[in-house]
Every structure is written in C-alpha cells, then in structure tokens.
Antibody, heavy 118, light 112 residues
C-alpha cells in the first residue's frame, strides 16, 4: 500500500527554523516528483514546493522562495522541507504528496502541524 | 499565477439530490502536450485531501460513480448525481498545468 507519513511537527517563534520529513513506502520513491502543500487553519490549500525525481530541479511558491528548501534522499525514501525565517503566515498543516501522474497529486500524507507564534 | 475560482462556496444539499460545483480558471489549462491537468479533491472533516478526478474527467479507483467531472479550457464542473451523507466535506479543484499549481477556494458541501 502506498503511504506517506510526515513528521517534524513543532512550535516555533517567528524567525525560527524547522525541518519537516516525509517517509514514503509502497512505491518506487525515486521515480516520482514530490510536493509539499500547506493548509492554514480554516483556510484552503496552497502549493509550497516541488522537487524532481533526482532532486536536480526544485520549485517554490513566491511566498516561501529564499526561506524554504526542499530536498530528498532517494536512498532513504524520504522527502524534506527545511523552513527558515518562519512567519506567522507560515502556520499551517503541511502535507507531502506524490505526483502520481503528471499534473496531479495522489496520495497525500496525513499532514503535520507547524505553529509559529511568539 | 493561474487563479482558480469555485462556486458556490457553500452548497447545502438534500440527501439523494444532485449537486454541482463550478471551477473556472483565469487562463486555459490545456498543456502544450495537449492534456488538461484539472483535478478535483475531497477533504472530509479532519482528513487529508483525497483525489476524486484527474485530467478533467478521469475518476480514481474506489471513487463512487455518482461523482463525475467535465469541462474544457477554463470552465469545469464536478457533479454528484445523488448526494449521500458520506459526501459531506470540502471540495477543491486544482490545476497542475502551470507552476505554481493552484487551488480553488473550496466548496463546502453539507446536508440540509
């Protein structure tokens, strides 16, 4: 069964840093583009970042460019999101998702909560 | 960025009745490869999003056939032929044609 499990949930002060992880299983991780999508409390969904299969190409939303870094370790079947200079507006549940077929996300992980507050 | 606009944002429906959600994009979602990467997701309360439909009208395995997607270019629709209690939740359209991928605001489906 295909599974994505995020970890790294935390409470951070503004300006702080946090690293999220997403452990993948049940499929050939190295063959799929992977994404991070976030959802602020009570709000809609926002694409945050994506990474190519071998990590040589990365994509970021303008709202996180220069502050977040996406990476992957195909030997460990794990996706990462290093978040820095965190702001209150970064507070959200962060989901990792597989680009199972081009232009689509399936499945999604259960999400991990990032709280940014002083 | 491509702006995705859903309507209505709230949809009270009687059990067994049909429901329809509209999604419009600010520009054509036809990709240079000829495909249209328009998706529909369901998010039940307290759960992660689940894909229902990809490439406009392709239903995922395990998704009841009462769900259907249609449309082209910039205008798309998700239809539920007969709403059941388990269909309560938020529904999002999402375009995967151009980065950043963008979502509609979400439509809340509830039972009257």
């Amino acid at each position: 069964e295909v599974s994505l499990v995020e970890s790294g949930e935390g409470f951070v002060q503004p300006g702080g840093s946090l690293r999220l992880s997403c452990a993948a299983s049940g499929f050939t991780f190295s063959s799929h583009v992977m994404h991070w999508v976030r959802q602020a409390p009570g709000k809609g969904l926002e694409s945050v970042s994506a990474i190519s299969t071998n990590g040589d190409r990365t994509y970021y939303a303008d709202s996180v460019k220069g502050r977040f870094t996406i990476s992957r370790d195909n030997s460990k079947n794990t996706l990462y999101l290093q978040m820095g200079s965190l702001r209150s507006e970064d507070m959200a549940v962060y989901y990792c998702a597989r680009e199972g077929s081009r232009g689509s996300l399936d499945p999604w992980g259960q999400g991990t909560l990032v709280t940014v507050s002083s | 960025d491509v702006v995705m606009t859903q309507s209505p944002l709230s949809l009270p429906v009687t059990l067994g009745q049909p429901a329809s959600i509209s999604c419009r994009s600010s520009q054509s979602l036809v990709n240079s490869d000829g495909n249209t990467y328009l998706n529909w997701f369901q998010q039940r309360p307290g759960q992660s999003p689940r894909r229902l439909i990809y490439k406009v009208s392709n239903r995922d395995s395990g998704v009841p056939d009462r769900f259907s997607g249609s449309g082209s270019g910039t205008d798309f629709t998700l239809k539920i032929s007969r709403v059941e209690a388990e269909d309560v939740g938020l529904y999002y359209c999402m375009q995967g044609t151009q980065w950043p991928w963008t979502f509609g605001q979400g439509t809340k489906v509830e039972i009257k």
